[in-house]
């Protein structure tokens, strides 16, 4: 399975981004989708998680109500829409497969990931 993240880029605090992320080869068994952000010197964190189906949702509580995960299995793209943005989500963000059915947050749950596209968002 190969992910290819697309999306990213310099923002203003209070604005948005959005991110996507594009699947290809054997996706049938990948179920759970996520986004990561690693920021430097930190450790990489789970920001937001979706189900094969999408009916179960994470999002990190420093997140909640600024981000919306979502994806279209059909085309197996997830998106991470990305409001209210601060300075503090600056980092890299990593889209990621999990083989698992039910939502898992740790990073070694993750067998697939994407290369990584950089938000930058400036005060």
């Known amino acids: 399975v190969q992910l290819q993240a697309f999306g990213g880029g310099l923002v203003r605090a209070g604005g948005s981004l959005s991110l996507s992320c594009a699947a290809s080869?054997?996706?049938?068994?990948?179920?759970?989708m996520a986004w990561f952000r690693q920021a430097p010197g930190k450790k990489r964190e789970l920001v937001s998680a979706?189900?094969?189906?999408?009916?179960?949702?994470y999002y990190a509580d420093s997140v909640k109500g600024r981000f919306t995960i979502a994806r279209d299995s059909a085309k197996n793209t997830v998106y991470l829409q990305m409001n209210s943005l601060r300075p503090e989500d600056t980092a890299v963000y990593y889209c990621?497969?999990?083989?698992?059915?039910?939502?898992?947050?740790?990073?070694?749950?993750?067998?697939?990931w994407g290369q990584g596209t950089l938000v930058t968002v400036s005060a």
């Open positions: 990621a497969a999990s083989l698992y059915r039910s939502i898992v947050t740790r990073t070694v749950d993750y067998a697939y």
């Open positions: 080869g054997r996706t049938s068994n990948t179920y759970v």
């Open positions: 979706i189900s094969w189906r999408g009916s179960s949702t």
